[in-house]
């Protein structure tokens, strides 16, 4: 059985998926997913089903939203001896042994990745771009869900933006700063003010020959801090506007990005 939560929440085999897109099966899914394996206790699936408003006889409606759950997953694995969804003592658990879920394996990737990064740049790109691959779209599909699942999905996305960060950086390392300026230049506009990419994309523009591009990409991030965070850019931010403005030998250098961040931090 599969598990897929980089996106909307799915679950299949090679004969049957299913998609969920809301509503309490979703809320409950995500919950136990976020687990990673482990109990949940009942007082946490009702918080996260209901919130402070839980209905009459909630423990009654949680045992029937849990049903109709351990059906659906019966039904991907109709040979399956057991049901992947258990009663314990305090509340459930998903039993995940044997299956795989999509962000485990990312996460499990990155690991991997950020201990080649060092010795064995090239793999460490290549495994990074195969895990940021897995992706298609917000956690959880971006539905209403729980607390405990929302700081999952915060986790699991804060590692998104961690592998994107190491990527750039490998690349810069690798010399590969040409075909990331496409990538660099999506991702520096469509995501949350990130500086570390923005520092990113203008050395990879600078070693460019895009001097001019470089510095314009500053001056863009520089406003969209005050307008939408009312700060100024980090003291690094800035040290990359000055390097560039300089022409600082140290930004040829395939590793001048990690230079530069060693020099100031």
Known sequence: MEFWILGRVTVGSRDKVIHFRSGMQCVLLAALLAAEGQAVSTGSLITELWGNNPPDQVENALQAHVSRLRRKLQSIEPGRATSRLQVQ????RLVLDGASVDAMTFTSSLN???ALAMSRPAE??????????????PVFGG???????????????ASRIAALELLFDTELQLGGHTHIVPELTALVRAEAPNERLCEQLMVALYRCGRQTDALSVYQWMRNRMAEELGVDPSPMLRHH???????DPELRLREGH????????
């Open 258 to 265: 990690l230079n530069l961040r060693e020099r100031v931090c």
């Open 124 to 137: 460490s790109a290549y495994r990074l771009r195969a895990a940021l691959a897995l992706w298609r779209g």
């Open 241 to 247: 506007e000055r390097a560039i403005l300089s022409h």
């Open 89 to 92: 003592a305090s509340g459930y």
């Open 143 to 157: 539905v209403t869900i729980g607390l405990t699942a929302q700081a999952a999905a915060a986790r699991i996305e």
């Open 112 to 114: 991997d990745a950020r």
